[in-house]
Every structure is written in structure tokens, then in C-alpha cells.
Nanobody, 119 residues
């Protein structure tokens, strides 16, 4: 059974920072390694969009809207992925979801966490 538990998020003023965490629990990591960790977000009335990705080898990708402000990182020993969000803007307000993709192609989602940026 794979579970993703998110933490962090909340309410912050524009220009502030927040850090999201996502812990992945799974009993067979040695035989089912994670290929990618990803963060998505979904604002009211909008489609879910990919925010950042980090692969097993380390390369990262970011949506243009967050480049230079958000940083994705991972701690493989703790099976955790982080999203450091700096210089937050009201447009960043959304529910943020972590996602993992295993090499088996199975994918799982976190429960979502609300991020609200006030102007």
C-alpha cells in the first residue's frame, strides 16, 4: 500500500515563503523505486497543472510561472519530496498535490494541501 502524506501550506502574504513536504510510505522501495516526484496545483475553476518535477537522477523541471521562485528537492533516505516556495504571489493560490511515479509506471497522489497568498 502506497501512501503520500503532505504537510505544510497555509496562508501567507504576497512575497512570503512556504515549504511543502510529502512523505511516501511504501514497503518495497528496493524493488519498486520511484522514478519521479512531482508537484501539481489546482486553482479554483482551473485545470490541474504541473509545477515542478525531480527525477531519480536529480534533474528538475519547473513551470515557467514558478521558475526562480520555487525549488523542488528530495530526501531519498526519508522518501520525502519538498517544495520550497519563495516570493509567493496571489496567483500561486491553489491546492497543491504531490505525485510519485514508480518505474513500474504506477502513480499515486497526496491528499492535497491549500496554499493561499493574500495581496
Amino acid at each position: 500500500q502506497v501512501q503520500l502524506v503532505q504537510s505544510g501550506g497555509g496562508l501567507v502574504q504576497a512575497g512570503g515563503s512556504l515549504r511543502l513536504s510529502c512523505v511516501v510510505s511504501e514497503s518495497t522501495f528496493s524493488t519498486h523505486p520511484i522514478a519521479w516526484y512531482r508537484w501539481f496545483r489546482q486553482a479554483p475553476g482551473k485545470q490541474r497543472e504541473e509545477v515542478a518535477t525531480i527525477s531519480r537522477g536529480g534533474p528538475t523541471t519547473y513551470a515557467d510561472s514558478v521558475k526562480g521562485r520555487f525549488t523542488i528537492s528530495r530526501d531519498d533516505e526519508k522518501n520525502t519530496v519538498f517544495l520550497q516556495m519563495d516570493a509567493l504571489e496571489p496567483e500561486d493560490t491553489a491546492v497543491y498535490y504531490c505525485n510519485v511515479v514508480f518505474f513500474s509506471a504506477n502513480t499515486y497522489w497526496g491528499q492535497g494541501t491549500q496554499v493561499t497568498v493574500s495581496s
